[in-house]
Protein backbone atom coordinates (compact mmCIF):
# COMPACT_ATOMS: atom_id res chain seq x y z
CA UNK A 1 0.00 0.00 0.00
CA UNK A 2 1.29 3.22 -0.96
CA UNK A 3 0.54 6.82 -0.03
CA UNK A 4 1.08 10.35 -1.24
CA UNK A 5 3.94 11.57 1.03
CA UNK A 6 3.29 15.06 0.24
CA UNK A 7 -0.75 14.62 1.36
CA UNK A 8 0.79 13.24 4.57
CA UNK A 9 2.77 15.62 5.42
CA UNK A 10 0.41 18.48 4.89
CA UNK A 11 -2.09 16.50 6.92
CA UNK A 12 -0.11 16.08 9.77
CA UNK A 13 0.06 19.74 9.71
CA UNK A 14 -3.57 20.31 9.86
CA UNK A 15 -4.20 18.14 12.75
CA UNK A 16 -1.30 19.86 15.10
CA UNK A 17 -3.35 23.12 14.34
CA UNK A 18 -6.36 21.39 14.63
CA UNK A 19 -5.47 20.05 18.49
CA UNK A 20 -3.93 23.37 19.29
CA UNK A 21 -7.22 25.24 17.99
CA UNK A 22 -9.51 22.89 19.57
CA UNK A 23 -7.97 22.92 22.64
CA UNK A 24 -7.49 26.69 23.80
CA UNK A 25 -10.89 27.04 22.80
CA UNK A 26 -12.04 24.74 25.37
CA UNK A 27 -10.79 26.37 27.98
CA UNK A 28 -7.57 23.82 28.51
CA UNK A 29 -9.49 21.20 30.85
CA UNK A 30 -8.23 17.13 30.50
CA UNK A 31 -11.82 17.05 28.11
CA UNK A 32 -10.63 19.38 25.86
CA UNK A 33 -7.47 17.52 25.53
CA UNK A 34 -9.38 14.00 24.74
CA UNK A 35 -11.48 16.46 21.90
CA UNK A 36 -8.80 17.99 20.35
CA UNK A 37 -7.06 14.56 20.08
CA UNK A 38 -9.57 12.56 18.56
CA UNK A 39 -10.27 15.82 16.22
CA UNK A 40 -6.53 16.03 15.10
CA UNK A 41 -6.61 11.81 14.69
CA UNK A 42 -9.43 12.29 12.70
CA UNK A 43 -8.19 15.33 10.09
CA UNK A 44 -5.03 12.63 9.55
CA UNK A 45 -7.30 10.38 8.70
CA UNK A 46 -8.91 12.07 6.05
CA UNK A 47 -5.92 13.03 4.62
CA UNK A 48 -4.59 9.56 4.61
CA UNK A 49 -7.41 8.34 2.54
CA UNK A 50 -6.86 11.60 0.25
CA UNK A 51 -2.98 10.72 0.04
CA UNK A 52 -4.28 7.19 -0.93
CA UNK A 53 -6.61 8.00 -3.61
CA UNK A 54 -3.88 10.34 -5.22
CA UNK A 55 -1.24 7.59 -4.94
CA UNK A 56 -3.54 5.08 -6.84
CA UNK A 57 -4.45 7.74 -9.53
CA UNK A 58 -0.99 8.46 -10.44
CA UNK A 59 0.09 4.66 -10.26
CA UNK A 60 -3.50 4.49 -12.72
CA UNK A 61 -1.81 7.15 -14.74
CA UNK A 62 1.57 5.60 -15.41
CA UNK A 63 -0.12 2.45 -16.47
CA UNK A 64 -2.20 3.94 -19.49
CA UNK A 65 0.91 5.92 -20.56
CA UNK A 66 2.80 2.54 -20.69
CA UNK A 67 -0.38 0.83 -22.30
CA UNK A 68 -0.55 4.12 -24.95
CA UNK A 69 2.88 3.25 -26.07
CA UNK A 70 2.67 -0.65 -26.86
CA UNK A 71 -0.31 -0.33 -28.55
CA UNK A 72 0.50 1.12 -32.26
CA UNK A 73 2.56 -2.05 -31.92
CA UNK A 74 -0.51 -3.97 -30.98
CA UNK A 75 -2.89 -2.01 -33.83
CA UNK A 76 -0.09 -2.99 -36.54
CA UNK A 77 -0.13 -6.81 -35.54
CA UNK A 78 -4.20 -6.59 -35.18
CA UNK A 79 -4.24 -5.48 -38.78
CA UNK A 80 -1.89 -8.06 -40.05
CA UNK A 81 -3.88 -10.67 -38.55
CA UNK A 82 -7.54 -8.54 -40.06
CA UNK A 83 -6.20 -8.81 -43.71
CA UNK A 84 -4.85 -12.63 -43.51
CA UNK A 85 -8.04 -13.54 -42.24
CA UNK A 86 -9.64 -11.73 -45.18
CA UNK A 87 -7.54 -13.29 -47.18
CA UNK A 88 -8.21 -17.15 -46.13
CA UNK A 89 -11.90 -16.06 -45.99
CA UNK A 90 -11.61 -14.55 -49.81
CA UNK A 91 -10.06 -17.97 -50.70
CA UNK A 92 -12.45 -20.39 -49.08
CA UNK A 93 -14.96 -18.71 -50.55
CA UNK A 94 -13.15 -18.90 -54.31
CA UNK A 95 -13.00 -22.68 -53.83
CA UNK A 96 -16.53 -22.99 -52.30
CA UNK A 97 -17.67 -21.43 -55.69
CA UNK A 98 -15.57 -24.37 -57.88
CA UNK A 99 -16.63 -26.64 -55.57
CA UNK A 100 -20.46 -25.65 -56.11
CA UNK A 101 -20.04 -26.11 -60.04
CA UNK A 102 -18.65 -29.03 -59.57
CA UNK A 103 -20.67 -30.70 -57.39
CA UNK A 104 -23.97 -29.40 -59.46
CA UNK A 105 -23.13 -30.39 -62.84
CA UNK A 106 -21.57 -33.72 -61.22
CA UNK A 107 -17.93 -33.47 -63.07
CA UNK A 108 -16.49 -36.21 -60.61
CA UNK A 109 -18.72 -39.02 -61.86
CA UNK A 110 -17.88 -37.98 -65.54
CA UNK A 111 -14.30 -38.98 -65.07
CA UNK A 112 -12.67 -35.69 -66.52
CA UNK A 113 -8.82 -36.83 -67.19
CA UNK A 114 -7.51 -33.71 -68.71
CA UNK A 115 -7.63 -30.37 -68.97
CA UNK A 116 -8.95 -30.41 -73.18
CA UNK A 117 -11.46 -33.51 -71.74
CA UNK A 118 -12.93 -31.13 -69.11
CA UNK A 119 -13.80 -28.30 -71.74
CA UNK A 120 -15.16 -30.75 -74.19
CA UNK A 121 -17.42 -32.20 -71.43
CA UNK A 122 -18.53 -29.12 -69.78
CA UNK A 123 -17.91 -26.32 -71.83
CA UNK A 124 -21.37 -25.91 -72.45
CA UNK A 125 -22.51 -25.16 -69.54
CA UNK A 126 -20.37 -21.54 -69.55
CA UNK A 127 -21.60 -18.40 -69.98
CA UNK A 128 -18.69 -17.91 -72.59
CA UNK A 129 -18.09 -21.54 -73.62
CA UNK A 130 -14.15 -22.28 -74.01
CA UNK A 131 -12.97 -19.17 -72.83
CA UNK A 132 -13.82 -19.46 -69.33
CA UNK A 133 -14.11 -23.20 -69.11
CA UNK A 134 -10.47 -23.62 -69.94
CA UNK A 135 -9.06 -21.44 -67.06
CA UNK A 136 -11.60 -23.24 -64.57
CA UNK A 137 -9.88 -26.72 -65.34
CA UNK A 138 -6.71 -25.70 -65.97
CA UNK A 139 -6.93 -24.34 -61.87
CA UNK A 140 -5.01 -26.52 -59.08
CA UNK A 141 -8.00 -26.90 -56.83
CA UNK A 142 -10.58 -28.15 -59.25
CA UNK A 143 -7.56 -30.45 -60.29
CA UNK A 144 -7.22 -31.66 -57.47
CA UNK A 145 -11.18 -32.67 -56.52
CA UNK A 146 -10.91 -33.84 -60.10
CA UNK A 147 -7.78 -35.85 -59.77
CA UNK A 148 -5.39 -35.15 -63.03
CA UNK A 149 -2.41 -33.55 -62.14
CA UNK A 150 -0.76 -30.33 -63.57
CA UNK A 151 0.77 -32.86 -65.93
CA UNK A 152 -1.47 -33.79 -67.84
CA UNK A 153 -2.77 -30.28 -68.77
CA UNK A 154 -3.49 -30.66 -72.05
CA UNK A 155 -2.60 -28.14 -75.05
CA UNK A 156 -4.51 -26.46 -78.03
CA UNK A 157 -3.26 -26.76 -81.43
CA UNK A 158 -3.15 -23.10 -82.72
CA UNK A 159 -4.26 -22.67 -86.60
CA UNK A 160 -0.72 -23.44 -88.34
CA UNK A 161 -0.48 -26.61 -86.14
CA UNK A 162 2.10 -25.79 -83.78
CA UNK A 163 1.07 -27.16 -79.66
CA UNK A 164 1.77 -24.88 -77.41
CA UNK A 165 1.00 -24.67 -73.20
CA UNK A 166 -1.77 -22.27 -71.77
CA UNK A 167 -1.03 -20.95 -68.58
CA UNK A 168 -3.01 -20.79 -65.55
CA UNK A 169 -5.05 -17.53 -64.86
CA UNK A 170 -4.34 -16.84 -61.44
CA UNK A 171 -7.31 -14.08 -61.76
CA UNK A 172 -9.90 -17.15 -63.39
CA UNK A 173 -13.04 -15.56 -61.71
CA UNK A 174 -12.18 -11.57 -62.35
CA UNK A 175 -11.87 -12.40 -66.46
CA UNK A 176 -14.80 -14.60 -66.20
CA UNK A 177 -16.70 -11.84 -64.77
CA UNK A 178 -15.25 -9.54 -67.36
CA UNK A 179 -16.37 -12.29 -70.31
CA UNK A 180 -19.73 -12.27 -68.36
CA UNK A 181 -20.04 -8.87 -68.34
CA UNK A 182 -19.70 -8.32 -71.81
CA UNK A 183 -21.77 -10.98 -73.08
CA UNK A 184 -24.42 -10.41 -71.12
CA UNK A 185 -25.88 -7.45 -73.32
CA UNK A 186 -25.79 -10.41 -76.17
CA UNK A 187 -27.08 -13.02 -74.09
CA UNK A 188 -31.32 -12.61 -73.37
CA UNK A 189 -31.12 -15.56 -71.61
CA UNK A 190 -33.86 -15.55 -68.44
CA UNK A 191 -34.75 -17.88 -66.28
CA UNK A 192 -36.68 -20.85 -67.41
CA UNK A 193 -39.11 -21.38 -64.66
CA UNK A 194 -42.95 -20.12 -65.40
CA UNK A 195 -43.67 -16.15 -64.73
CA UNK A 196 -40.45 -15.56 -63.72
CA UNK A 197 -37.97 -12.82 -66.07
CA UNK A 198 -35.09 -12.52 -64.12
CA UNK A 199 -31.65 -12.99 -65.97
CA UNK A 200 -29.49 -15.87 -65.38
CA UNK A 201 -25.90 -16.57 -65.91
CA UNK A 202 -23.46 -19.25 -66.34
CA UNK A 203 -22.90 -19.33 -62.48
CA UNK A 204 -27.06 -20.27 -62.24
CA UNK A 205 -28.37 -23.48 -61.87
CA UNK A 206 -28.58 -25.67 -65.31
CA UNK A 207 -30.92 -28.68 -65.61
CA UNK A 208 -28.79 -31.25 -66.49
CA UNK A 209 -31.56 -33.23 -68.43
CA UNK A 210 -33.46 -30.36 -70.36
CA UNK A 211 -30.62 -27.85 -70.17
CA UNK A 212 -32.54 -25.17 -68.91
CA UNK A 213 -31.13 -22.69 -66.28
CA UNK A 214 -32.76 -21.16 -63.26
CA UNK A 215 -31.99 -18.30 -61.00
CA UNK A 216 -31.74 -19.07 -57.54
CA UNK A 217 -35.38 -18.01 -56.59
CA UNK A 218 -36.86 -20.86 -58.60
CA UNK A 219 -33.98 -23.70 -58.35
CA UNK A 220 -32.00 -24.14 -55.08
CA UNK A 221 -29.61 -26.60 -57.27
CA UNK A 222 -29.66 -29.04 -54.67
CA UNK A 223 -30.15 -31.46 -57.21
CA UNK A 224 -28.79 -32.13 -60.83
CA UNK A 225 -32.67 -31.67 -62.23
CA UNK A 226 -35.04 -29.30 -62.56
CA UNK A 227 -38.61 -29.96 -60.65
CA UNK A 228 -40.28 -30.54 -63.73
CA UNK A 229 -37.37 -32.92 -64.63
CA UNK A 230 -37.60 -34.50 -61.21
Not at 128 to 145: D, L, M, T, W, Y
Not at 173 to 198: F, H, L, R, T, Y
Not at 203 to 223: A, N, Q
Amino acid sequence: MTFDRNILNKGAIFAFFTFILFWFNTQGNADSFLGAAFCSIFVMLCFTFISLIAAWEKQHYQNVKTKNTITPINNFQSNRNWQQEWEESKLRRKKATYDHIINVHNMKKKSVTSVDDGVAKFSHIFNVGEKAARPFFQNQHVQSILGYSSSQTSFSKTSSGNIKAKKVDENFWDNVSKNISDNQAKSDEICAAPGCSIKVSAFDFRCFKCRKRFCPSCEEGKSILCKACS
